[in-house]
């Protein structure tokens, strides 16, 4: 999963290993002075979360990876 847009990361809410359904929150990105919920476009495992709280992020940045 990729940034759809800059802004800050405010949460990461899943973990590498930790499976997820389609439509989980994966990470809370504030853009904008809202808040956003990337979520999960399908099933499947975390692989790497390279995403941290607090981090600024560009649009195309790489928030969480699945497998």
Known sequence: MT???PGTVLDVK???GQSVNQG???V???AMKM???IMAP???TVDTVPAT???SVNAGDVLVTLK
Do not use: H, Y
């Open 3 to 5: 940034a759809p847009m």
């Open 14 to 16: 899943v973990s590498a």
């Open 24 to 26: 989980d929150v994966l």
């Open 28 to 30: 809370i990105l504030e």
């Open 35 to 37: 808040e956003n919920e």
């Open 42 to 44: 399908a099933a499947g």
């Open 53 to 55: 709280k607090g981090a």
